[in-house]
Every structure is written in structure tokens, then in C-alpha cells.
């Protein structure tokens, strides 16, 4: 009786859920009868029911709760379904975009593994709770979670029926593995022909090596240039990445993008388009304007060797340390108009009347000379101090800040840059980073991301699979 009855509760819980959902997307509520095999006794169905109308009461109560919130930001995607059948960061890191947007992101995963990226619980050293696991969360807050087997016929077919009821397929999978298990463009569009088909890769869909895969490790930092860029020629070899998913999260707001106009597109034309996105390209814009230049005058420009001081040409653009080794970055491009309020302000207004500096062009020619001034005036002075003093500069700088101090950043948190979901754990919330646009001012909301196949039953049933059939899925290992 008792697990007849937990059995009752999890389906209320589930159409209880269903219902909310859909009211939550602006569609009408569905009616249903719960269902009983010819056994069942009319006890039953009524304990069902009773069990259903008092989750429906909790969980449309804890809706109302969070609803204002939800409703306050501008989710210029609502109405948007993306299936999202991707592992890693890379194309993850698109659908958490669109997510934040407003759109409804399903997520498919394996029912037994999930993605592969849920096991990376040891990152540069540094372990990761599995139920806090931030590499997971930064690419897919904000989702719901299916798990489906798409090595099987059933999973497949299943697949196809989700695609009917959504307007992006959002992949990364290799081409091979999309052919092997049936969801390539082709079958995809089989299905629901005005479907936008979205790809991420390491390297692109065309050429000779459309089929093999990397990382933002291989494809963004270490073949496009940027590793030997970045790198000193003094040193014995090329810096590595450093910082994970670096790539990965750029490459992300490109693909949302891309899927952003590939709607648009549709909505003025009709024509559902295919698009690409690889970590190679996405390095290649991101180092365009190098790049060209490098190709048009055979120079490829490197980063120096860290040292205080400021540049050849111009002494105003440099880093420069302090007292207590930290360093403030100076990067005013045009010191016109600047030469005298800039030496005013680390100490040495004297030098705004020495002829060497008395224009731009005197100051270029005697570059050497107003670094050096720089130089000693900044090193006078910790970090903190300068910090404060240069808020009224008028030249563009910066403090060289680390990740802690850019999570408490003051214009960080004025512009809501760090945002908060629940985490799995129950404990305290999680601190994650926003997508870099922001609609009229406002502040992101958003969920957790989910656990691995946690909405699988809700989805399902949204989209008209039956009660009967989601067992009989799930006897069959198709789903979880």
C-alpha cells in the first residue's frame, strides 16, 4: 500500500508539474483524467486524485512564491524551445544563453551517464562537489533535463517527436556519431522541417578534419595563434590556456547569437536556416584584427615580458607596479589633453611643465624619460592607495585585479555581472556569471542547473506522451 501510494504521489507530483509548466510558458492548463488498469480499485483513483489536488496546491503555491521575480526580467526568447543534445561548455554555454533569454532548454542526456562533463570533479586541482559543480552550472543553469538513449530505435523516435515541438536543435556531437545515431540535419528535418539545425565543433563542418573533435584547449588557444600571441619570444615555449572553458564561453555567445538571427531570419522569411560555430572560428574574430595585420604585413606582434613601465611610442600605456607589487594598467591611446592631469596625479606635476613632455609629440620622442617618471611615482604607493586616487584621473586605467576581487567588484555588482541560483545540495547558493548582455537594466533570473534527467516525465508529458508509454520507455532502458 505504501508503495502503491508513494507510486500515486511521484505522478501527481509529476501532472501537478506538468500543469504549472504550462501555464508558466502562456498556454492553457491541460485537462486530463488520471488513469487505472481495469484492477485498480476506485479507492485508488481517488487517492490519486486527492494526492494530485494537494502537490497541484504546494507546487502552484511555491509557483506564485517565485513567479514575480521570474516575471520581472524581459525574456526576449520566451516562447522559444530549444532541444539541446550536447556535452562540455562549449555549445552547452549556448543553450544557458538562450535559457537566460527566456527560452524553454531541454537537455538530453544519457540516462545512465549524462553529460560526460558531470565527471569532471578535478579541475586545474581544485576538486568540485558534484552537487556544486560550477564547470557544470556556468553552460547550463537554467535547463530542464530529458534523459533518452539515442542508441536505441525508441530513444530515436522519441527524439523525433520532441523535435516537432521546438524551433532549435542545438548540437556538438561529432558528424559520425550524429549519422550513427540518427539525429544529423537530415533526420532532424525529417521531423519538423522548420526546425533551425545549430552546431557547434572544434574545427568546423567542412575539411578534411570536420570529424575529429577538440577542446578550447586544442581549437581556440593553441592552433589559432592566440597561445604563441600571448606567449613572451623570451620564453622557452608557448603559455598555456590557463583558464578553463575560456573559449568555450565566447564560443557559447556566438552560437546563441547565430541561433538569434537564425530566428529572426525565419520569422521574416520563412526558410529555417543550418548554422556553424567552431572554436577555431570563434578564435579567428576574436584575434581578427591581428590577424590581418599579420597578413598584411608579415609582423606577428607578441605580448612582452611583464615589467613596469610604459610603452616605446608612448609612455601613457603601459603597466605599472606599486609599493606592494600589485599593478595599475595605464591605456590612455591619445594622451592629448591628458599630459598634465596624469602627472598631476601620481605626484609630479613638475613634469607637465618639462618642455620633453610639453605636447604628444615631444612626449613620444621622449618616451624613455616619462615612463621612468611613472615608473618611480607608482612605486611609491601600494595598490590600494592608487586605487582611490586615480578615480578621478581622467585618462583610461585599470587596477589588474584577480577573479575574488572582480566577484566583489563594486561596478561589477552595480551592473548585476554575478548572479545567484539554489544549489543542489540545499546549501548555500551558488555565484555564477551572467551572459554579457543585459536587457533593459534588469538584474537575471534563473534556476539551477538541473540534475541529470531530473524532468524527464514532465517534458515528456508536456509533449502528449503518455502515462503508459513513459513506463514502457523506461522498461526498455530508452529513457530514464
Not at 43 to 49: F, M, Q
Request: proline share 5%; with cysteine.
Amino acid at each position: 500500500m505504501q508503495r502503491r501510494k508513494a507510486s500515486h504521489r511521484r505522478r501527481a507530483q509529476q501532472l501537478a508539474g506538468l500543469i504549472v509548466g504550462t501555464m508558466r510558458r502562456g498556454l492553457p492548463a491541460p485537462t486530463f483524467a488520471l488513469k487505472s488498469n481495469e484492477a485498480s480499485a476506485e479507492a485508488e483513483i481517488r487517492a490519486s486524485r486527492a494526492l494530485f489536488a494537494e502537490d497541484f496546491i504546494a507546487i502552484t503555491e511555491f509557483s506564485a512564491m517565485s513567479g514575480d521575480r521570474q516575471t520581472m526580467a524581459t525574456k526576449v526568447m520566451q516562447g522559444v524551445r530549444v532541444l539541446e543534445v550536447a556535452q562540455f561548455t562549449f555549445t552547452p554555454a549556448a543553450g544557458a544563453i538562450l535559457a537566460d533569454w527566456g527560452a524553454d532548454v531541454i537537455k538530453i542526456e544519457h540516462p545512465v551517464r549524462g553529460d560526460t562533463q558531470r565527471g569532471f570533479l578535478n579541475m586545474g586541482g581544485v576538486q568540485l562537489d558534484p552537487l556544486r559543480h560550477t564547470l557544470f552550472e556556468h553552460p547550463n543553469r537554467g535547463k530542464r533535463s530529458v534523459g533518452i538513449d539515442l542508441s536505441t530505435a525508441e530513444g530515436q523516435e522519441l527524439l523525433y517527436e520532441m523535435a516537432k515541438h521546438c524551433d532549435v536543435f542545438l548540437t556538438n556531437y561529432l558528424p559520425q556519431v550524429r549519422q550513427k545515431n540518427r539525429f544529423d540535419v537530415e533526420h532532424i528535418r525529417a521531423a519538423n522541417p522548420n526546425i533551425i539545425y545549430a552546431r557547434g565543433s572544434a574545427w568546423g563542418d567542412k575539411g578534411p578534419e570536420r570529424e575529429k573533435g577538440g577542446f578550447d584547449g586544442t581549437a581556440f588557444w593553441s592552433r589559432s595563434g592566440i597561445a604563441d600571441c600571448m606567449t613572451p619570444p623570451e620564453l622557452p615555449g608557448p603559455l598555456s590556456q590557463g583558464m578553463p572553458a575560456f573559449g568555450d564561453s565566447i564560443g557559447g555567445m556566438f552560437i546563441a547569437g547565430g541561433i538569434s538571427a537564425a530566428l529572426f531570419h525565419r520569422e521574416k522569411t520563412g526558410e529555417a536556416a543550418e548554422l556553424d560555430v567552431s572554436l577555431m572560428s570563434t578564435a579567428a574574430w576574436a584575434s581578427g584584427a591581428n590577424i590581418a595585420q599579420a597578413v598584411e604585413t608579415g609582423v606577428i606582434t607578441k605580448n612582452a615580458m611583464p615589467s613596469s613601465g610604459g610603452g616605446a611610442k608612448n609612455p601613457f600605456m603601459g603597466n605599472f607596479w606599486t609599493s606592494d607589487n600589485r599593478t595599475i594598467n595605464l591605456c590612455m591611446v591619445s594622451p592629448t589633453g591628458l599630459i598634465r592631469d596624469t602627472f598631476e596625479h601620481v605626484g609630479r606635476p613638475e613634469a607637465a611643465d618639462d618642455p620633453r613632455f610639453q605636447d604628444v609629440l615631444s612626449l613620444i620622442e621622449h618616451s624613455k624619460a616619462a615612463s621612468d617618471i611613472l615608473v618611480a611615482a607608482f612605486a611609491e604607493k601600494p595598490f590600494a592607495y592608487w586605487r582611490e586616487h586615480l578615480k578621478t584621473l581622467k585618462g583610461q586605467w585599470a587596477p589588474i585585479l584577480n577573479l575574488l576581487e572582480l566577484a566583489s567588484d563594486e561596478q561589477a555588482l552595480a551592473n548585476d555581472m554575478l548572479i545567484e541560483v539554489e544549489g543542489a545540495d540545499g546549501g548555500e547558493p551558488l555565484k555564477l556569471v551572467r551572459g554579457p548582455v543585459q536587457f533593459n537594466g534588469e538584474a537575471l533570473e534563473t534556476t539551477r542547473s538541473p540534475q541529470a534527467s531530473e524532468h524527464t516525465e514532465i517534458v515528456l508529458m508536456e509533449m502528449g506522451v503518455d502515462w503508459d508509454r513513459i513506463e514502457d520507455l523506461k522498461s526498455k532502458g530508452a529513457i530514464a
